[in-house]
């Protein structure tokens, strides 16, 4: 992962929980302070609430990106995306990855722990993380996703 460590939050539900281990270990082996939003346990709990703590810190500072697990990170996406500032999406492969921090400027990553194994979110996260935006014609389009770009009959 990353050579220069930046503090990423990381949050899942019940089902993601075992995947945000996983991830969060490889995260903190590579030297990322993590702020860990929860859940740590196995109880049924409600993702949006997970999704919430993590891109208030991304959009707040406290973390350069965000991590969320559930068991598609389809939810998890919808949720995040709700903030303004927030570009996450769900990736299934290192292409994903590549191209949506590259040509989206994405900041969140959501993995479908039902979905996607251990080894392919792990190399996902890394390409994620180690993958810079390219600016220039996708600025531009990434404009037009800006709160109010789109008038309200749209």
């Known amino acids: 992962m990353s050579e220069t460590p930046f ?4 949050g899942a539900d019940h ?9 969060q270990q490889a995260l903190a082996e590579a030297g990322h302070p993590l702020l860990d939003c929860g859940t740590n346990a196995t109880a049924s709990v409600d993702y949006p609430d997970f999704a919430h703590a993590v891109c208030a810190a991304v959009l707040d500072g406290r973390a350069s990106f965000g991590v969320l697990v559930c068991g598609t990170g389809i939810g998890m996406s919808i949720a995040a995306t709700r903030h303004a500032g927030i570009r ?3 990736l299934h492969s290192t292409t ?3 191209l949506t921090r590259a040509h989206n400027d994405a900041n969140v990553a959501a993995f479908g722990a039902r979905l996607v194994g251990p080894e392919v979110a792990l190399d996902a996260l890394r390409a994620f993380l180690d993958t810079a935006f390219e600016g220039g014609r996708h600025a531009r389009r990434l404009a037009k996703l800006a709160p109010n770009a789109i008038p309200a009959n749209g």
Do not use: D, Q, S
């Open 7 to 10: 503090p990423i939050a990381i």
């Open 15 to 23: 089902a993601g929980l075992p995947l945000k281990l996983v991830l």
């Open 88 to 90: 996450a999406a769900v």
């Open 96 to 98: 994903e990855a590549r």
